[in-house]
Structures are given as C-alpha cells and as structure tokens.
C-alpha cells in the first residue's frame, strides 16, 4: 500500500531564513506525481509545487524547491527567505497513475506545521 | 486556471437531519471527484471517489448509507450526510482533477451538528 511519511509534526523558522520539511512515501509504482500542499487556517488546500516520478530535475517554484530522491523515495521541500505568510500546516502527497491512466486519489502525509518567527 | 467551488462554506444544522455539501469545477468537466474529510489537527482522510454517472466508491469504513454521493454531471457531485448525528461534525473538502493532472480543491465545507 502506498503510504506518505512526514516525520516533522512541527517546525520554526525566523524570517527571511530557509526550512527544509521532510516527506519520504512507499510505493512499488513506477509513475507517480508527488505534491506539497499548504492549508493555512483557512483550511484552503493550496497546490505549493509538484512533482513527476519520470522527471531527475528537482522542481522549483520562486521561493518553493523540491529534493526528489525517486530511489530513497524521499520529497524534501525547502522554503527560502521565509516570510510570515508561509506560516500554516504543510502536507506531503502522492498520487499514481492506473494503466488506464486518469486521475486517481491523493494519499497524504499527516502533515507538518511551520511557524515563522519574525 | 481551474477552480474548485465548494458550498456552503458552513453549516449548522439539527441531529437527525440531512445537509447536502456541493462541489463544482468552475471551468473544467471532472469525471472524477473526491470526497475528504479532515478532523482537527489531522490530515485529511480520503472518503471517496465520485464517479460521473456512476455509483461512488467508498473507502473502506465509510457508510455509504450515511454519506451519499451523486455525481450527476461534468462539474458537480454532492455529499449529503443523512441522519446527522454530533460525531458527524467537521471540515468536509472535496477535489477534482483538472488538466495537467493537477487536482484542484474546493474551499471547504464545516459541517455543525447540533
């Protein structure tokens, strides 16, 4: 069964200073797509960065990167020059592709909560 | 870009009763939709897959009786909580798939029952 790892519950951060938070997931599936979401307290999922399984390059986005380990099946996001806004919970998730392909369901990690200090 | 519309946003309503929660995609057609529900301070639990024009699939431990689904267009699925008692209290959020393979979540829905 698929399963996704955050081992961080919570993480500080001071401002304008970078963070690192820590997915690893479980799978035997070869493609797949792995995604960060963050949900502020208003509870809306927001879609943070992703990431393809067949894809080496290490996805990035402004101030959001990723370090895809496909072999250690590990999906680190690292948040730089963090600003008072990126305070909220952070959740790891994994999605995989049937031989039908179309979408299938999100699994998500139990999720990480950033605070940042100014 | 693609937008998930959840309504309504909250909801009390009466224990024994019925509340209906609708997710729409804004500019897309979703044949697949999925149904959340998020307990404080935990992750989200994933409830089910609506289907377009087809029954849902349910996760295993969730009452299909008690939570229904129907899924009977392009661009809406609804969750009705039947009979709701307390314990069916909580944040209730749906997603659909959009282009690119990206799902794209609703804003959410409390569910209060008194």
């Known amino acids: 069964a698929q399963t996704v790892t955050q081992s961080q519950p919570e993480m500080s951060v001071q401002e304008a200073e970078t963070v690192t938070l820590s997915c690893t997931y479980d799978t035997s599936e070869s493609d797949y797509y792995l995604f960060w979401y963050k949900q502020p307290p208003s509870r809306q999922m927001i879609l943070v960065i992703r990431q393809e399984a067949y894809k080496q390059q290490n996805a990035t986005e402004n101030r959001f990167s990723v370090n895809f380990q496909k072999a250690a099946k590990s999906f680190s996001l690292k948040i730089s020059d963090s600003q008072l806004g990126d305070a909220a919970m952070y959740f790891c998730?994994?999605?995989?592709?049937?031989?039908?392909?179309?979408?299938?369901?999100?699994?998500f990690g139990k999720g990480t909560k950033l605070t940042v200090n100014p | 870009g693609a937008v998930v519309s959840q309504h309504p946003s909250r909801v009390i309503c009466k224990s024994g009763t019925s509340v209906k929660i609708e997710c729409r995609s804004l500019d897309f057609q979703a044949t697949t939709m999925f149904w959340y529900r998020q307990f404080p301070k935990q992750s989200l639990m994933l409830m089910a897959t609506s289907n377009e024009g087809s029954k849902a699939t349910y996760e295993q431990g969730v009452e299909k009786d008690k939570f229904l689904i129907n899924h009977a267009s392009l661009t809406l699925s609804t969750l009705t909580v039947t009979s709701a008692h307390p314990e069916d209290s909580s944040f209730y959020i749906c997603?659909?798939?959009?282009?690119?393979?990206?799902?794209?979540f609703g804003e959410g829905s409390w569910l209060t029952v008194v």
């Open positions: 997603s659909a798939a959009g282009a690119g393979n990206t799902i794209y």
């Open positions: 998730a994994y999605r995989w592709e049937t031989a039908q392909g179309g979408s299938e369901k999100l699994v």
